[in-house]
């Protein structure tokens, strides 16, 4: 069972340049995340989806878009890369279990770590 | 909106020592509490989690904490430390629908011999 699979682990990109983070889930949960992790911040949510076909904003969003066609996918795009987006990028998911609450067991993936010169 | 503070951002205990960390959210409604832990290099473990219920929560490795609701707290605690303790420990609240989280900025322990 490998759980959550983010690929690459270490990435280096110019100013300007595009990439996708892929992120992979092999425990059929509905819902998926991701954050960014920078030193003395904790973790903020980019973007999240409660199934395919479903994404929503997070509180960090601008500078990345999502996409959700299949339950075990969500790739993390970044259109045109900047030294702020700089850090470790972990992608999360887990079962809606509370239905009232949504709120449920997240899952973390490994982490990607993004450097942008 | 919701939030959570850990004041403290590094902690020294000595191995043996019994340990406390501080966590204070600020949430409408009741909360659903999170303690994670990061090791250098690594994703993010789940502790213990609390969501209703006995307001002390047992976790693994040995760790606790904590419900008070007057306090606004969820404090992590373990009676005694090992090495292997040494981390990042994130405190974090269910923000809503879709099981968002609203995290902490961590506390990294350092575990002396």
């Known amino acids: 069972n490998a759980g959550v699979t983010q690929t690459p682990k270490f990435q280096v990109l110019k100013t300007g340049q595009s990439m996708t983070l892929q992120c992979a889930q092999d425990m059929n949960h509905e819902y998926m995340s991701w954050y960014r992790q920078d030193p003395g911040m904790g973790l903020r949510l980019i973007h999240y989806s409660v199934g395919a076909g479903i994404t929503d904003q997070g509180e960090v969003p601008n500078g990345y878009n999502v996409s959700r066609s299949t339950t075990e996918d969500f790739p993390l795009r970044l259109l045109s890369a900047a030294p702020s987006q700089t850090s470790v990028y972990f992608c999360a998911s887990s079962y809606l279990r509370d239905t009232r609450s949504g709120t449920g067991e997240l899952f973390f993936g490994e982490g990607s770590r993004l450097t942008v010169l | 909106a919701q939030s959570v503070t850990q004041p403290d951002i590094h902690i020294t205990v000595s191995e043996g020592a019994s340990l406390e960390l501080r966590c204070n959210y600020s949430y409408g409604a009741t909360p659903y509490l999170f303690w994670y832990v990061q090791s250098p290099g690594q994703g993010l473990q789940l502790l213990l989690k609390y969501f209703s219920g006995d307001t002390l929560v047992q976790g693994i490795k040995g760790f606790e904490a904590e419900f008070k609701r007057s306090q606004s707290s969820f404090n992590l605690r373990k009676p005694s430390v090992h090495w292997s303790d040494a981390a990042e420990y994130f405190c974090?609240?269910?923000?809503?629908?879709?099981?968002?989280?609203?995290f902490g900025a961590g506390t990294i322990l350092r575990v002396k011999s």
């Open positions: 974090a609240v269910g923000a809503g629908y879709g099981n968002k989280l609203v």
